[in-house]
């Protein structure tokens, strides 16, 4: 292009070749123009393909460091590429402890993963994650918790560990020894249940242990109030307890100085679980007659007959019988049916009064002196009397009131006096040196009947003495003194 210091001449050449210049102009910018839309595209390509190599390598990058943050709950264990890592050190750890306790287990926080980014050198291996998480565990085992009216009672293993203690529990009453008894409900008082539960390990009860934690119980505390004449003696007489028991509850309390209104402890255990059994039971029974009285004015006071026997009734029951732990404690009788209705007894009972010479029913010892021959067995001979010996002339007494029936000799029986009580009993007075009564005569208790003397078969003057109830000999032993 021209000097700038003439533009007077550059304008007058310019316009002249204006026309050539436009011309030139518009071929250019059309040069121009096709030469940049060409450029254009280039650019754009070039910038797509390092935007898609940046962000290749950008990805790549990004999936190379991608890894995990793991937590073991609150508690970080290590950054893992994968989380399968974490899962099978969790897995590896679950079968060892599995095995260990023969038990499944749970353990007792979760396992959680972060995304994070991490180079390889700053990755846990799968020892350090194993003892990370270790130091980190609380574990619980699977099993079942025993539930009494949903208290805790105790945890198995399994289900049929705590089923079995069940059924040791009710086994008792599961069966009835009389055959005419149909067992028809067993069950337990309690609300009792088995549950499923994550339990620590050390909480799992050993099976006969909880069995006899369930059958004794616990010891139940009571309170008893002293009351006026107890003492810890007729207290534990109540309780069916030891005094020994009583003053081990009792340790503040002097047993020897009981006051009224001290309360004093008692331990009374209890079983957990009560069975409770319905049967139901056909049994007889008797049923008492009853025994009504008749008065006669015509007999003695002491005299009473047997008019009609009484006989008792039988009476066929079922009921149903409901027992807490073999005890009864409630019965419904469903069905009575009489097999045989009772028959009352009738008796007649004198009113009048007794004649003197009425017989008491006890005798007295007809008269004194000393006793020389016992009733029983005499040199190979049955003596059948009671021989006393005193001087001849003694008075001799009847022994109770009754009727003379004999009054005479009578063989080696000598002198003899015979009466009959008019109650079964007859009495003899044997050997006798003379008699004051004749046969017919009534005669009173402690009435003079005769002497004793030395007739008959006698070796020396005595009383030979009979009683004889309903005509056969007693030893008169056993009815005078
Ligand atoms: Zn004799």
Redesign the pocket.
């Known amino acids: 292009m021209g000097d700038s210091n003439h533009p007077g001449s550059k304008s007058f050449n310019l316009l002249m070749e204006n026309g050539k210049i436009q011309k030139k102009l518009k071929d250019l910018k059309r040069k121009i123009e096709n030469r940049y839309s060409f450029k254009r595209v280039v650019m754009v390509l070039m910038i797509a393909v390092i935007a898609t190599l940046l962000l290749g390598t950008y990805k790549i990058n990004e999936i190379k460091t991608r890894s995990y943050t793991v937590y073991y709950g609150d508690e970080e264990v290590g950054t893992v590429r994968k989380k399968e890592e974490a899962l099978k050190v969790i897995e590896d750890i679950k079968t060892i402890l599995s095995n260990t306790y023969d038990s499944e287990i749970v353990l007792g926080k979760d396992i959680r993963f972060e995304n994070t980014h991490a180079k390889d050198e700053s990755l846990v291996s799968a020892k350090e994650l194993k003892s990370n998480i270790q130091s980190n565990m609380t574990f619980l085992v699977s099993g079942y918790e025993l539930l009494v009216d949903d208290k805790e009672v105790g945890f198995c293993k399994s289900k049929e560990e705590l089923e079995d203690i069940l059924q040791t529990i009710k086994k008792p009453y599961l069966n009835t020894t009389n055959e005419n008894s149909d067992i028809i409900d067993v069950s337990f008082v309690e609300d009792v249940k088995i549950k499923q539960k994550d339990i620590p390990l050390n909480k799992i009860n050993d099976k006969e242990e909880l069995l006899q934690y369930i059958q004794t119980g616990t010891e139940e505390e009571k309170i008893h109030v002293v009351e006026v004449g107890e003492s810890l003696w007729t207290i534990a007489e109540i309780y069916d307890m030891s005094v020994e028991e009583l003053v081990k509850a009792n340790p503040d309390k002097n047993p020897e100085k009981l006051q009224i209104g001290d309360e004093v402890k008692l331990m009374v255990p209890k079983s957990l679980i009560t069975v409770a059994t319905i049967e139901e039971v056909e049994y007889t029974d008797e049923v008492d007659y009853e025994v009504k009285i008749e008065y006669d004015d015509d007999m003695y006071k002491t005299q009473s007959d047997v008019k009609v026997k009484g006989s008792e009734g039988e009476t066929k029951y079922f009921s149903r019988i409901t027992k807490h732990n073999g005890v009864k404690v409630e019965e419904d009788i469903l069905k009575e049916e009489v097999i045989k209705e009772p028959v009352d007894e009738l008796v007649v009972k004198g009113t009048k009064e007794l004649p003197k010479t009425a017989a008491t029913g006890v005798f007295l010892m007809p008269t004194r002196g000393s006793l020389s021959?016992r009733y029983g067995m005499r040199n190979g001979r049955m003596?059948y009397?009671?021989?006393i010996a005193t001087r001849t002339g003694t008075p001799i007494k009847a022994a109770d009131g009754g009727k003379v029936v004999y009054a005479g000799w009578k063989g080696s029986y000598g002198y003899m006096v015979e009466i009959n009580h008019e109650n079964g009993y007859t009495t003899r007075y044997?050997?006798c040196s003379s008699m004051d009564v004749k046969v017919g005569q009534r005669v009173y208790k402690g009435q003079v009947i005769a002497r004793v003397g030395n007739t008959g078969r006698s070796t020396g003057p005595?009383l030979?003495f009979e009683v004889l109830k309903n005509g056969r000999n007693r030893n008169p032993a056993s009815y005078v003194y």
């Open positions: 021959s003596h009397g009671l021989d044997a050997h005595h030979h």
